[in-house]
């Protein structure tokens, strides 16, 4: 089994994570605003609240990145390989991507035909999500480009109407930036003469690649190095400790949940809250990555984790442009109430989000490490033809 999938729980946490982004995108476009609801019932209460984590999810998605991409750099140690790295992450990225950017251009024209208000902002009060106007819209060529070398939020637009596109800036960039840190530490260079050179070029990145990002991207990438904060605890808790920092996590981590949903509590607090989800994140996954092996790893539980990761980012990329087809050409402003019809219809298409998922990850995101072998071969199949 891949090492990383003995983090049963935080396989978990990572595919619950996706499907709460998508739960949130597909109830603002199907299921009326809490406010509109009235005097709601308990099980409906409970139905916004664990459909309103969108945001928060993707925090968390930063310190499992942390977690797993900072991991593996770490344990190259002095032995880490640029090139072998790249690979790793690029394959990772564009399988998806490429398709995923096919898919919202196909969904864009349709939109353009039959639903053109949701291109020029009209759905954006609606949805929370989306193109704001008209000219924050792009499908050119230039942003398709931009958003294949992650630069969308930076230098272009999210491709389309792709939105949840942005969070990938983040992502590429800070798997750049903690390689550069890591070499300019000395943690992932060999301790002989004639490093320096290097420590100082790849600081001098770092630091440039810092100042060149917008301030929101280089704020979260504390959150993202909290992940390494989870990886040099592994093995380190006695399970006394591990249990007191379980209870100290779950409760921290629901409190920062509560506090990103209370405007009273920030204005009073003045804490920021994504930083705060991160921080609070960042003690449970302590626990959570410091969890025994299950005794059996082909039980049902394990098998759930390990598919709803697997999966979680094809439905991550590929979620909102069907999101958008739905909204726009199933309700339009005029979206249903969270009654047992209004569940049943949101519980359908969350059914057909999720399958078009795995449609996503058994047709490209399970060949990753196909195209990964392919690329790397390359250079030997050219040195044969060449030589032949």
């Known amino acids: 089994m891949n090492t990383e999938h003995k983090f049963v729980w935080l396989d978990f946490v990572r595919g619950l994570s996706a499907i709460a982004v998508c739960l949130g995108h597909l ?8 406010a509109e ?22 925090m968390v998605f930063f310190v499992l990145s942390g977690f797993f991409v900072g991991g593996s750099v770490l344990r190259s140690g002095a032995g880490f390989n640029a090139g072998r790295y790249a690979l790793a992450r690029l394959s990772r990225l564009w399988v998806v991507l490429v398709p995923a950017l096919l898919l919202t251009a196909v ?58 596109l942005w969070s990938l800036a983040n992502e590429f960039w800070y798997y750049v930036l903690f390689p550069l840190c890591s070499v300019a530490i000395g943690w992932s260079v060999r301790r002989e003469a004639g490093t320096v050179a290097p420590r100082v070029v790849a600081g001098a990145l770092a630091v440039a690649i810092l100042f060149w990002l917008p301030a929101d991207i280089r704020d979260a990438y504390s959150i993202w190095l909290m992940g390494l904060v ?23 981590f629901a409190a920062s949940l509560g506090y990103s949903k209370s405007d009273t509590l920030q204005a009073r607090l003045g804490w920021p809250v994504d930083p705060t989800i991160g921080v609070c994140f960042c003690i449970l996954c302590v626990a959570l990555a410091n969890l025994p092996m299950p005794k059996n790893m082909n039980s049902m539980f394990v098998r759930l984790s390990h598919g709803m990761s697997t999966f979680s980012y094809s439905l991550y990329l590929s979620h909102f442009p069907l999101v958008a087809l739905i ?19 949101f519980t359908g298409w969350l059914a057909l989000l999720l399958v078009v998922g795995g449609v996503f990850w058994w047709l490209f995101e399970r060949k990753t490490d196909e195209v990964r072998r392919f690329v790397a071969g390359l250079p030997k ?6 030589g032949s």
Do not use: C, E
């Open 381 to 386: 199949r050219y040195l044969h033809a060449s």
């Open 107 to 164: 969904v864009d024209q349709v939109l353009a035909s039959m639903a053109p208000d949701v291109l020029s902002g009209g759905y954006k009060p609606i949805w929370n999500s989306g193109p704001v106007d008209g000219h924050d819209y792009s499908s050119s060529w230039s942003t398709l480009l931009g958003n294949l070398v992650f630069v969308q939020t930076i230098l272009t637009p999210v491709f389309g109407i792709n939105s949840p």
């Open 327 to 345: 909204g726009a050409l199933g309700y339009g402003t005029t979206r249903v109430r969270p009654d047992l019809a209004g569940i049943l219809q």
């Open 27 to 34: 109830r603002a476009a199907t299921i009326v605003d809490y």
């Open 37 to 58: 609801l009235g005097q709601g019932n308990l099980l409906q209460k409970a139905f916004y609240a664990a459909t309103g984590l969108g945001h928060q999810s993707v």
């Open 230 to 252: 989870v990886y040099f605890s592994r093995g380190r808790l006695s399970p006394t400790l591990r249990r007191v920092v379980m209870v100290v996590g779950l409760v921290a």
